[in-house]
């Protein structure tokens, strides 16, 4: 795979990093995620591929450890606010001085520097401060977030993967490691970016929810069918909009143009009147095949036997039976080969990680009765 050979060192965290530390696992590295000890339960659902290492960082012999683990790895990725790796004398300055080839990656919501950078904050404060939460929702409704995929996914966890093979790449002829301060609000704007380099085109002049792309069209929407499912409706362009027309079974010349924006309220009340009079599985019928640009809205349980993603294999199911999605994008020579097992148990390769790290036996079984590291090979083997 295309990250073979890389080393991550992951220091758990929430959805962000899990995330980042999934792609790169997905697509060749070893990831290895170091969890506290003393914990009961992961929170982290993105540890396909992973290993786990519970360290005691309370401890300074289990800081010691982190460190030797950090200074033989090619990633390190920290999800930390501000100033707690270097409280235990890990920060990337330090590591990257005794390793000058180590990538430290920075994954946090305001990013390294700034009046935000200590403050705590979740997705939606993130995408606040990123402007695109002023543009999202309906029209005369509050802005709304969408789930919680653009700041810690996109412009997080994404973002910051995208960053890390970036720095390797730059490492290849530089020999030189790197930091990377990946801030989920910056990450948010720049995945944001068509709205800011489309407004000088008109695209955002109006409300929110009332321009082209916000739910304002009635050609670019959702509408329930008679079975109480829904289709989405894209059909912008005029040579689209028309097939979407002749698919209604509707006469062009009884609706209003277009794109008379005056008139998209009585259009959208239309498109719902004939929506509702056929099922979802009806109307592909219809549109299938045509350029409409209507779709199912599917279900996270649907979206496996759609004979679209059927076809490509878009989605997998791994060893507990769960659905979750290929990686992507697809690579011809180098494609990712996701594991298929369980995800791991926290402390699970503790033994295996440390003797690979040079740690040699009589040391393990000093650190684990010390409570420094936990190892729980006994109940992985259940």
Not at 108 to 116: A, D, I, K, L
Not at 211 to 234: H, Q
Not at 236 to 252: R, S, T, V
């Amino acid at each position: 795979m295309a990250l073979a050979g890389v080393r991550v060192i992951e220091l758990a965290g929430l959805a962000p990093a899990p995330f980042c530390g999934m792609i790169l696992s997905d697509f060749g590295a070893r990831v290895i995620r170091v969890d506290r000890t003393k914990v009961a339960m992961t929170v982290d659902t993105q540890a396909r591929g992973k290993q786990s290492v519970a360290l005691n960082l309370k401890s300074p012999k289990g800081v010691a450890v982190l460190k030797r683990l950090c200074l033989q790895s090619d990633v390190v990725l920290e999800p930390y606010r501000k100033g707690v790796m270097e409280k235990m004398g890990l920060g990337p300055e330090d590591l990257i001085k005794e390793n000058p080839r180590l990538i430290y990656a920075r994954l946090t919501g305001y990013g390294q520097s700034g009046s935000y950078a200590k403050a705590a904050g979740h997705d939606i404060n993130y995408l606040a401060m990123s402007g695109l939460l002023s543009m999202l929702g309906r029209s005369s409704e509050k802005p709304y977030a969408p789930l919680n995929l653009v700041a810690d996914f996109a412009g997080g966890g994404l973002m910051c993967a995208f960053g890390i093979v970036l720095a390797l790449l730059e490492r290849s002829r530089s020999g030189q490691g790197q930091i990377i301060d990946a801030s989920m609000v910056e990450g948010a704007a720049y995945v944001g970016s068509f709205m800011w380099k489309s407004r000088s085109i008109g695209l955002w002049n109006r409300p929110r929810g009332e321009n082209l792309l916000d739910s304002g069209a009635p050609f670019y929407d959702t509408y329930r069918t008679s079975d109480g499912k829904y289709v989405a409706v894209g059909a912008i362009e005029p040579q689209f909009y028309q097939q979407l027309i002749q698919g209604l079974g509707l006469d062009d010349t009884d609706l209003p143009s277009q794109m008379s924006v005056t008139d998209w309220p009585q259009l959208r009340q239309t498109f719902t009147q004939v929506f509702a009079t056929k099922t979802q599985a009806e109307w592909g019928q219809i549109f299938d095949g045509t350029d409409a640009c209507v779709t199912p809205v599917l279900s996270q349980d649907e979206v496996l036997s759609h004979s679209h993603n059927q076809a490509r294999g878009s989605f997998l199911k791994d060893s507990q039976g769960e659905i979750s999605p290929r990686p992507a994008p697809v690579l011809s020579r180098s494609p990712a080969e996701p594991c298929g097992s369980r995800d791991p148990f926290i402390g699970e390769h503790t033994r295996p990680v440390l003797k690979e790290y040079g740690f040699d036996q009589a040391q393990i079984e000093q650190l684990l009765s010390a409570g420094i590291v936990e190892c729980n090979e006994a109940k992985a083997r259940l």
